[in-house]
């Protein structure tokens, strides 16, 4: 939970936006809290994150089937597929609602994979899971990859929540100023979802987040100033 001192000074930044700017802003959360966890059923997905630890600390009980399939395209992907393909699945399916070009992981990484003998299913976006496999749509036809595993690696929704706001975008990433604004006053932005070039790390994450906070501090001093 927010400390009261936290909430108060979430609550004044919220309060120093236009109303409809806000009223947008509350709408992107909720629609990103809706495409992360409404789309697919939370039994019949693995969590990237938790699949690759689990490959570390406990690789004896690691769940991987013949036919696997890893949803996103970035750097955790690929290394979710990469854990499943040595862990013994007979397949691997990568699913990217975007095009290879479009891609966040590494171009090495990328080609490393392939590699590996890991196919992908670009342009195709998840509908639902179910025991046969993943169903998604490309176009106008719906099709299924079969799977009896599955694991999510798909980080943050960027682009929805970027095109909700009207925020400028670089490959689908968000583009922010040094101070970590985006363009749209008042918006602020950090960690991979703004990760065009170069590389992405929780450092630089925390790094973005101490900027933004000190930009966001300067922003309402200079409008409580304004005020008086």
């Known amino acids: ?11 004044a930044y919220l ?14 959360v909720e629609v990103d809290r809706l495409t992360d966890g409404a789309l697919l059923p939370h039994e019949l997905i693995l969590d990237g994150l938790a699949f690759i630890e689990q490959s570390k600390m406990d ?12 949803i996103g395209a970035g750097n955790t992907a690929i ?6 393909k040595r862990s013994g699945a007979s397949r691997v399916t990568m699913v990217y609602r975007r095009t290879e ?15 590996e003998g890991v196919e992908f299913e670009f342009q ?6 179910h025991a046969e496999g993943l169903e998604c749509i490309r176009g106008n ?10 694991v999510k690696a798909i980080g943050q929704q960027k682009p929805s929540i970027a095109s909700l706001l009207g925020l400028e975008t670089d490959r689908g990433f968000i583009k922010v ?5 985006t363009s749209v006053r008042g918006i602020y932005a950090g960690g991979d979802c703004i990760r065009a070039k170069g590389s992405a790390s929780t450092v630089m994450a925390a790094q973005d987040g101490k900027i933004a906070a000190t930009a966001i501090q300067a922003l309402l001093s200079r409008d409580r100033e304004g005020a008086v």
Do not use: W
């Not at 927010?2 to 108060?8: F, M």
């Not at 195709?124 to 899971?129: F, I, K, L, N, T």
């Not at 100023?177 to 604004?181: D, Q, R």
């Open 141 to 150: 036809s719906t099709f299924l990859i079969p799977a009896d595993t599955i």
């Open 124 to 129: 195709a976006r998840p509908v639902s899971a």
């Open 177 to 181: 100023s040094p101070s970590m604004e």
């Open 1 to 11: 939970m927010l400390s009261v001192q936290k909430a108060g000074l979430l609550q």
């Open 79 to 84: 290394d979710c597929a990469t854990v499943a």
């Open 59 to 70: 690789p004896a009980n690691l769940r991987v089937g013949e036919n696997v399939v890893v």
């Open 15 to 28: 309060g120093s936006l236009p109303a409809n700017l806000a009223g947008r802003l509350a709408k992107a």
């Open 101 to 115: 070009r479009d891609m966040s992981a590494y171009p090495h990484e990328y080609e490393f994979v392939k590699k």
